[in-house]
């Protein structure tokens, strides 16, 4: 299967470099493209393996190289090919016949815009209030072209938005990962070319030695001020989105075959959109206990006696 091998990898980097410079040209519906740019990466690695998508992100970063120029050339890098090869590196079994493993590349929907955003503001460091101050006066410039409102003020809304960049970023990332993930497993394993079990999404469950991690940089942000506040701020939030996730998947497994389980799903999802501190960290909350009371294992379908299984 070389020649089947070589013509995916080379096709899944061109396809994915194509849908981000799509989106850095502004071309029509670029930027819904942009956002399933991993997808032929993820595809490339569940078909034939970590080293397939590395080749096939190294063919998208030289696409996006000489067609983009450096800047579309980090973008690709930093968001799709690095993040992309990480996760694969970390799901992809050692063995054949194993299923993905979820733990790790779950971690990682968190801990990559982590270090995005202390390698910007390590790099920002020197400019006038580093990385949040860059932000807001871009912000600032951007809402001024934009003609606010005479009621509006600016640079308290201009801080407003920059406070939240760090947790819509991270929110992006991981919805975009994820849904990239599942669209190329479905992909890939309805033609038979997996390289391993497809997984049970809904049973993705983060390393025990996470919930510490995002609880310490939670209880940091209350006391660190500043510039190094906005940083730990940030991480905080940025941490808190796996566990959000975790307690949604929670939610989804033990509502299943339950009369109400619409109702419940739907109230939650309205919750998020309307009372989205709130509702966010109840969610964070049930994906710490599930750590400890193994929710999901514990809470099989009514009637069946079966451990859940993916819907």
Known sequence: MPNLRTTA???????SALAVLAALRGLPLGSVAFWFS??????????????????????????????????????????????VSLMLSAALPRSAGAPLALAWPFALLALWPAGL???????????????????????VQALERMGPPPQLDVAEFAALLV?????????????????????????????????ALPAQWSMAALPGWYWPLALAAAVASLFVPGEAGFAVRGLAMMFAVPLVLQGLAVLHVISRGRPARPVLLGG??????????????????????????????????PGTGLRPTED
Do not use: C, D
């Open 9 to 15: 990898v080379l096709a899944a980097g061109l396809v």
């Open 38 to 83: 991993a997808v032929p990466l993820f595809a490339a690695g569940f078909a034939f393996g970590v080293a397939a998508a590395a080749q096939a992100a190294a063919v998208g970063v030289l696409v996006t190289l000489v067609s983009g120029g450096l800047p579309g050339s980090l973008v690709f890098l930093l968001l799709f090919a690095l993040p």
């Open 268 to 301: 939650v999802y309205v919750g998020l959109v309307l009372f989205f501190a709130p509702a966010a960290l109840a969610l964070a909350a049930l994906g710490i206990a599930e750590h400890f009371l193994n929710l999901r294992g514990r809470r099989p379908p």
């Open 163 to 195: 406070r939240l960049k760090p947790l819509a970023f991270a929110l992006w990332f991981a919805l975009v990962m994820t849904t990239n993930a599942a669209l190329a497993q479905r992909l890939v394993a309805s033609r038979g070319l997996m390289a």
């Open 117 to 139: 955003l202390l390698a910007a503001e390590f790099a920002l460091a020197g400019q006038p209030g580093g990385l949040s101050g860059v932000l807001r006066q871009a912000v």
